[in-house]
Antibody
Framework: QVQLQEAGPGLVKPSQTLSLTCAVS??????????WSWIRQHPGKGQEWIGD???????YYNPSLKSRVTISIDTSKNEFSLKLSSVTAADAAVYYC??????????????WGQGTLVTVSS | QSVLTQPPSVSGAPGQRVIISCTGS?????????VHWYQQLPETAPKLLIY???NRPSGVPDRFSGSKSGTSASLAITGLQAEDEADYYC????????????FGGGTKVTVL
């Protein structure tokens, strides 16, 4: 079964770029029918979708974050990445990667990685 | 403020039935987009519980069921067990937000 594992710095300075990767095992990022997603959860709050990328290169981003987000896929490493620029304290959260399945009436996320906590502080 | 509204908490005794509501609007649930539910046990990642309004992934007990009507959806847990104590989130798609995925704020289920 597919498993996902996030990796990256747990501490980012304000105004810098947050960079995370998600290693995929038990499956391939180039598998058709799925996209690869990032979702975050602020402390004590619900989830916030950040965006998705298909192997084809098509991306979808949350409109509220779109100007600062880049998601990319590295097929040679079977992983995908998130870059969020110009971070502020409001970007501190647990960041999850997930595989998403999209169809005509929406999309769902399964499985999810274990999550990685990102703190923003100088 | 989440686009989808859930009660902050519900509780029930072991064996009882609890229902969690998820209220949306005409641009998401009411527009015909499906609702999906996730269970998040303490200190763990969310896990898909229900997809496509009322479908259970393999391995999810049949005491969990979902439904959708109009601009709302519900998750029912029958025969509540201690291991069901967790946070539950609904999720859908919203056409008014440039095609954005939206989540509910979450409901904490407490087993008394």
């Amino acid at each position: 079964q597919v498993q996902l594992q996030e990796a990256g710095p747990g501490l980012v300075k304000p105004s810098q770029t947050l960079s995370l990767t998600c290693a995929v095992s038990g499956g391939s990022v180039s598998t058709g029918g799925y996209s690869w997603s990032w979702i975050r959860q602020h402390p004590g709050k619900g989830q916030e979708w950040i965006g998705d990328m298909y192997y084809s290169g098509t991306t979808y981003y949350n409109p509220s974050l779109k100007s600062r987000v880049t998601i990319s896929i590295d097929t040679s490493k079977n992983e995908f990445s998130l870059k969020l620029s110009s971070v502020t304290a409001a970007d501190a959260a647990v960041y999850y990667c997930a595989r998403s399945r999209e169809y005509s009436q929406g999309k769902w996320f399964d499985p999810w990685g274990q999550g990685t906590l990102v703190t923003v502080s100088s | 403020q989440s686009v989808l509204t859930q009660p902050p908490s519900v509780s029930g005794a072991p064996g009882q039935r609890v229902i969690i509501s998820c209220t949306g609007s005409s641009s998401n649930i009411g527009a015909g987009y499906d609702v999906h539910w996730y269970q998040q046990l303490p200190e763990t990642a969310p896990k898909l519980l229900i997809y496509g309004n009322n479908n259970r992934p393999s391995g999810v007990p049949d005491r969990f069921s979902g439904s959708k009507s109009g601009t709302s959806a519900s998750l029912a847990i029958t025969g509540l067990q201690a291991e069901d104590e967790a946070d539950y989130y609904c999720q859908s798609y919203d056409s008014s937000l440039s095609g954005s995925v939206v989540f509910g704020g979450g409901t904490k289920v407490t087993v008394l």
